[in-house]
């Protein structure tokens, strides 16, 4: 079992950052990719990014690179989403989820989930 905690939302205005945190605890945390998604009101849960268990491999969606970064630090059992450049659209519940062996974007893939955490961005 994987326990996963994300924190560090909030409300930020267009053009602002912020950095979403997931902590982990159980099973040996190296081992498993972690992946970053979201889901607005009305919408569909979407892949944002993801990063491999020893974090030497990222995956980003199209709608977020070059805006966003993932990091972890498997001594501490966290992973990190910096987004900057924020935008309204950005707006929704950031989910992190783990599951073992390499990144996936599809969300039926991931056997370990957070239970969110709420990001506005005001225009």
């Known amino acids: 079992q994987v326990q996963l905690v994300e924190s560090g939302g909030g409300l930020v205005q267009a053009g602002g950052s912020l950095r979403l945190s997931c902590a982990a605890s159980?099973?040996?945390?190296?081992?498993?990719?972690v992946g970053w998604f979201r889901q607005a009101p009305g919408k569909e849960r979407e892949f944002v990014v993801g990063?491999?268990?020893?974090?030497?491999?990222?995956s980003y969606a199209d709608s977020v690179k070059g805006r966003v970064t993932i990091s972890r630090d498997n001594a501490k059992n966290t992973v990190h989403l910096q987004m900057n450049s924020m935008k309204p659209e950005d707006t929704a519940v950031y989910y992190c989820a783990a599951r073992p062996g390499g990144i996936s974007v599809v969300r039926g893939f991931y056997e370990y989930w957070g239970q969110g955490t709420q990001v506005t961005v005001s225009s």
């Open positions: 159980g099973r040996t945390f190296s081992g498993y990719a």
């Open positions: 990063v491999t268990g020893s974090g030497g491999g990222t």
